[in-house]
Every structure is written in C-alpha cells, then in structure tokens.
C-alpha cells in the first residue's frame, strides 16, 4: 500500500481481467481502502475468480500503473504450466 501511496479511504475500482482481478484508484469507485489499510476483496469478486474467504492470492502491485493486481491459485497454476510447457514441451512431468 505504500509503494502505491493508498490511504484509508481512497476510492478503488476493482475488476477481473483474464482470471485476475485489477484494483485501481477511481475517485468514482464504490470501494474503498479499509481503515487498517487493507484492501478487502467483497465476496461478489471473490466469486468472480472462484476464491474463497481465506484463499492466499498472489499479490503484484504496479506503482507506474497504480494498480494492484491479484493472481488467484488457478490462474498461477496456468501461468506456471504455460511457462513449463514452453521450455520443456508439452507433456512434461
């Protein structure tokens, strides 16, 4: 949250893009940076990637961008796997 300079309070848009989900400043966003500086992902965008309350993420954040994006278990299973079979070929073990 500090490379980013969110603060409590500030206005966040949040959508899924690929299987991941991109949280930006908006100041027309209907989200918001928790008091404790968090960022809380409602259950509605939860559902959007198949998370559960509690499921550990990937978090990348992009200060050129400002953004904040969240990898999922299932995408980074995706990701890895199409990284695996690109050096090794298909069918690897």
């Known amino acids: 949250m500090k490379v980013l300079q969110w603060v409590p309070g500030l206005r966040l848009s949040i959508r899924e893009r ?50 904040l994006v969240v990898h999922p278990p299932a995408k980074l299973d995706e990701l890895i796997t199409q990284a695996h079979d690109a050096v ?4 690897h073990e």
């Open 88 to 91: 090794f070929g298909g069918g």
């Open 18 to 67: 690929h299987g991941l989900i991109v949280v930006s400043a908006d100041p027309q966003g209907v989200f918001k940076v928790a008091k404790e500086g968090h960022v809380r992902l409602p259950a509605v965008v939860r559902q959007w990637c198949g998370l559960a309350a509690g499921d550990r993420v990937f978090i990348v954040a992009e200060p050129a961008s400002g953004r």
